[in-house]
């Protein structure tokens, strides 16, 4: 407990922006939350005011980290399972719990327990051997999908392999690489239900979205989802807050979707806030951000309406080079030509396709509103209008 504010500390793991957006929620809240940072230039680190230094697979470093705060919860799902356990073990509260946890640290694991709970997935198999993969593709068509059971994010850790791959699989498993195949799904698009739940078991939902991908990184996000049946979302909503439940998920829980001709499928969990949720921070009653933090501490949920017909979130990625117009001078222009879009700047340094921050756009008409926002985030990332506008000539 602070001493001076009379509230909860929570101690988030890891100081990139999802840590950073969720020093802002806490703000409002008037709550005191910590940060377990890499570096004291972590996104993170630079605007949070309680910052450790360490590492997150250091057992003393969490250890030390959690005896100072009320709950430990995280910013990514990196931190050893076997370390988290050590910690519920020594009596720390930690949300989600390391059984939850494992399911979005280990996409073997999750695979297994989904197909026990008839959640519909994608065909899968375990790679122990390059014939494990060759046998798979015979079975059920190429290309595969093999993924790293561990680590994977943002298109890393996954490869399209169009026919044996044998050279790739036996270089990964000589690595030492965990790794699973799955079939190719063939899906109209992406989606995503993202939803939180407490520790009492209330649950909430946001409105089902549309994610649009490009080399494996998500770039926009689509509130509510545009053109998808009324059953369908809610589907995707009770599918999302089944998974919470059954897994036993504190917190903020992202799935990610498959949305095929024939339903739904399971791609993804994530049990934190998620990318497919910033869109929440100016488009719903609550963000995901303040609803994480509430899940934790057990406080009731927040309302998930949105808060406008039409809400596009894009993300800014670090172009292939560096502009010459430096981040505030692109800002300058930014603001001067449009007026109603909200950024948010992780500090991060740019490097090429890596997420240096998102653009969010609220309206009534999703063409002109994507079409807002896809050109405020490429205008950041590359200093040049998709249309030819030039900043110092105009058109």
Request: proline share 6%.
């Amino acid at each position: 407990m602070d001493p001076v504010t009379g509230f909860p500390v929570v101690g988030m793991v890891g100081g990139g922006q999802l840590s950073r957006m969720t020093q802002q929620a806490a703000i409002a809240l008037g709550q005191s939350l910590r940060v377990l940072a890499v570096s004291p230039t972590d996104s993170a680190a630079l605007v949070a005011p309680n910052v450790t230094i360490g590492h997150h697979t250091d057992l003393e470093a969490l250890r030390g980290f959690a005896s100072a705060v009320d709950v430990l919860t995280f910013d990514h799902e990196h931190v050893p399972t076997e370390h988290l356990r050590t910690l519920v073990a020594e009596g720390f509260a930690v949300h989600p719990g390391p059984e939850a946890l494992i399911h979005a640290q280990d996409k073997l694991v999750m695979r297994d327990r989904l197909a026990g709970m008839d959640v519909p997935i994608p065909a899968y198999a375990e790679v122990k051997t390059v014939s494990d993969v060759t046998q798979f593709g015979e079975r059920h068509g190429w290309p595969v999908v093999l993924k790293a059971a561990r680590g994977g994010y943002d298109g890393r850790g996954v490869w399209m392999v169009p026919s044996s791959g044998g050279e790739l699989v036996a270089e990964l498993l000589e690595a030492g690489t965990p790794l699973l195949v799955e079939e190719r799904v063939d899906m109209k698009r992406e989606l995503a239900a993202v939803v939180a739940r407490s520790p009492f078991g209330q649950g909430a939902a946001w409105p089902t979205v549309q994610t649009v991908q490009s080399n494996g990184i998500c770039v926009e996000v689509l509130a509510p989802a545009p053109d998808l049946p009324e059953e369908r979302a809610d589907e995707a909503q009770e599918l999302a807050l089944r998974i919470a439940s059954t897994l036993g998920v504190v917190g903020v829980l992202a799935v990610e979707l498959f949305e095929t001709a024939s339903g739904l499928v399971v791609n993804e969990l994530a049990m934190r806030p998620h990318n497919s949720g910033h869109w929440t921070i100016e488009g719903a009653a609550t963000s995901q951000f303040e609803q994480h933090l509430r899940a934790v501490l057990d406080y009731p949920l927040g309302s998930t309406d949105p808060v406008a017909p039409v809400i596009v979130m894009a993300n800014v990625l670090g172009a292939r080079s560096t502009p010459d117009m430096g981040t505030d001078e692109r800002l300058h222009h930014l603001f001067a030509r449009y007026k109603d879009v909200h950024v948010h700047h992780y500090g991060k340094a740019e490097r090429p396709g890596r997420k240096i921050g998102h653009v969010t756009v609220l309206g009534t008409n999703l063409a002109e509103v994507r079409q807002r926002a896809r050109f405020a985030a490429d205008w950041l990332s590359t200093a040049t209008w998709p249309d030819g506008y030039d900043v110092h000539g105009g058109k």
